[in-house]
C-alpha cells in the first residue's frame, strides 16, 4: 500500500570495502577540512583500530589533530562539552567518530554545543530544533548494529537531571560513512549476534511501523536478505571478511531503513530494559524482537507475513496470520542459533532482568518516542504482557 | 459532471487573491478548532478518570502548546492538581511545544480525518522538548479525542479506540453538555 505521505533523506556518503578506512583523507579534501578530531572509546583504541585510521593519514596532508578516547555507553552533556572545547581548541575543522553508537553520538552532540555556539544543549532537545548547519562528521562504525552512521538521531544523558535527551535532526546526519570490514574483526562472537539482532530489528519495524513507504522498504529487505545470509557466519568466524563486510552493510541498509520510516514498540521496550535493568540494547531487542512481532500480528498481518520470504521461507498457500507466524517461527530459530554459538540470551530473565522490574519498564516504554510509531495500540497493561512472555 | 466540477474549482482558484482568502479560512478554521480544543481539556478532565490517571504522574506546571506554523495560532495548557487548565491563546512560556508545519497538516489532525500519531508518523509535527513527556501529552490528547468525537470518527483517528461501557457514555454526555458552557467562558 503507498502511503499518502512520506519523506525520505539520506544525504550520507557511503564507503565500503575492506580497506575503506584508507579513503578517509580524500574525503575530508572533498569536504574542505584539514585537522580530524577523531572521537572513539578505550575499547576501540585498545582493539588497535585507531591504528588503522592512523595509518590511513601517513601519506596524507591531512591529519589528526587529537583522539579523543573517552566516549562512555551513554554521552553526557557534560562530555559533549569538554570534547566541544578541546576541539576549538586543537583548531578542528572535522568529526571522525570511530566507534559503536556512543562514540557516534558523543560527536553529534559536540557539534551541536559548537555550531549552535552554546554550552546549553538541554534546550535544543526535540524534532528539528537545531537550525544552524553543523560542522562535517565522517562515521567509521566499529558495530554492525546501530546503524548510527546514516542517521538523524542523537542520545545525549543529562548528568543534572538524569535523564536522556534526544535530538532528532536532520542536520545530524554524518557527511560520510565507512565501512571497513577490519574494523569490525575484533568484535567478540556475543556482541556480534546482538549488534546483528539490533539491525535486524531496525530492519523489521521499519518495514512494518506507521511510517512505512516504498523506498524504505527496499533498504529494509535487502537489509534483512543481507542478515539472514551473513549473521550466522559472522557470529561464527569472526575473521569472515565477507561476512563482516555484509553484516556493515545491512547495518547501514537498516539505519537508512529506520532513521525514516522510525521504529516502534520493540524498541521502545528495549530502550526501558536498557533504562531500568541496563541491558545492553541489542541483547533487548533481539530477546524482544519475535514478542513484539507476534504482538503487532493483530494489526499488520499482512507486512509482518511478508517479512518471512526474505528470512527464507516459503511464502505459498498460507492466510496472513498463519503466514507471520511464520515469520516469528524463523526469527525464533535466527536468535536460536545465533544464541547457541553465542551464548546471547533469548529471555529477559537470562539478561539481568529481575521479575519485580517488568512493571517500570512498561511504565518507562509507552512513554519512549518508538512507541508513536508502532502500528498497533500498546497500552502499560499489554506492555507488561509482552514483557511478561519474554521474561 | 465532473468535469464542470473541475474546471469550476479551477476557476474559483485562478481568482485574484484566492491563496490569501484560502489561507484565512484555514487560521479561521484551526484556531475555533484550537478554541474548543483548549477548554476541551478542562472538560474532560473534570469528567473522565482515565484522564486524571494519566496525568497523576505529570510534575505540577508543566506546561505545553499546540499551534500551528509558522505564525498561526496556538494555545497553551497547564497541569494543575489533578486537571489540565487552558490558559488560552498564544504561547505562554510552554515547557513542550507541539507545532504543525502548516495550515494543511494542522487541518487533517484539527478537523479528525487523521489522527495525531498518524501526524507525527508522517512528520507534520515538530516537537521542542522532552520527547518523552511529549508521548505522555498525546496519550491526554488521545484521551481528549476519544471523549469528544462520535465513535466512528474516533475509529478512524485512534489507533486502539476505547471499548465503549455504559460508564463511557454516561461520561462522554457528561462532556458534551459542559464544553459549550466551558467555551464562551473562555470566549468571555
Known sequence: ???????????????????????????????????????????????????????????????????????????SNRLVNKLAKLFEKEKCDCFLAVGGGSALDTAKGANIVISEGTDDILSLQGNEIIKKALLPMIAVPTTSGTGSEVTKVAVIYNEEKNVKMAFVSDRLYPRVAVLDSR?????????????????????????????????????????????????????ENGRDEEARLGMANASLLAGIAFSNSMVGMIHALAHACGGVCHVPHGMAN??????????????????????????????????????????VSLVKNLLGRVSRISGLPVRLRDAGVTEDKLPAIASAAINDGAMAFNPVEVSYDEALEVLKKAY | MDSVLNRTVARIRSLPGFPDFQAGVKHVLCSTVLSVLGPAFEVVGRHVPEFRKEIESWEEGRRFSLGVLPKGPAITLEKRGNTIHYLGKGLRSPHITMSFKNYDSALLVLMSVMGSHQAFAENRILVEGDLAKTMEINRVVNIVNANLLPGMVVKKVLKGPPKMTLKNYVNKGKVYAGLVPAVVRHLI
Do not use: W
Not at chain 1, 574525503?27 to 578505550?42: F, Q, S, Y
Not at chain 1, 593519514?57 to 587529537?66: Q, R
Not at chain 1, 549488534?195 to 518495514?207: I, P, Q, R
Open chain 1, 183 to 235: 574494523m569490525t574483526m575484533t568484535v567478540p562472537p556475543k556482541l556480534t549476534a546482538a549488534t546483528g539482532m539490533d539491525a535486524l530489528t531496525h530492519a523489521m519495524e521499519a518495514y512494518t511501523c506507521l511510517q512505512k513507504n516504498p523506498i524504505d522498504d527496499v533498504f529494509a529487505r535487502a537489509a534483512i536478505e543481507l542478515i539472514r545470509k551473513y549473521l550466522v557466519r559472522a557470529v
Open chain 1, 1 to 75: 500500500m503507498i502511503p499518502h505521505y512520506y519523506q525520505h533523506f539520506c544525504p550520507v556518503k557511503i564507503l565500503s570495502g575492506h580497506n575503506a578506512v584508507s579513503n578517509i583523507p580524500y574525503e575530508m579534501d572533498i569536504l574542505g577540512c584539514r585537522r580530524a578530531m577523531v572521537v572513539t572509546d578505550k575499547g576501540v583504541v585498545d582493539a588497535g583500530l585507531i591504528n588503522l585510521v592512523r595509518e590511513a593519514f601517513a601519506d596524507s596532508d591531512k591529519e589528526i589533530a587529537c583522539v579523543f578516547d573517552e566516549a562512555p555507553p551513554d554521552s
Open chain 1, 286 to 327: 533481539a530477546i524482544l524482537l519475535p514478542h513484539g512481532l507476534e504482538y503487532n500480528i493483530s494489526g499488520i498481518p499482512r507486512y509482518i507475513a511478508e517479512l518471512s520470504g526474505m528470512l527464507g521461507g516459503s511464502i505459498e498457500y498460507m492466510e496472513e496470520k498463519e503466514q507471520a507466524m511464520v515469520t
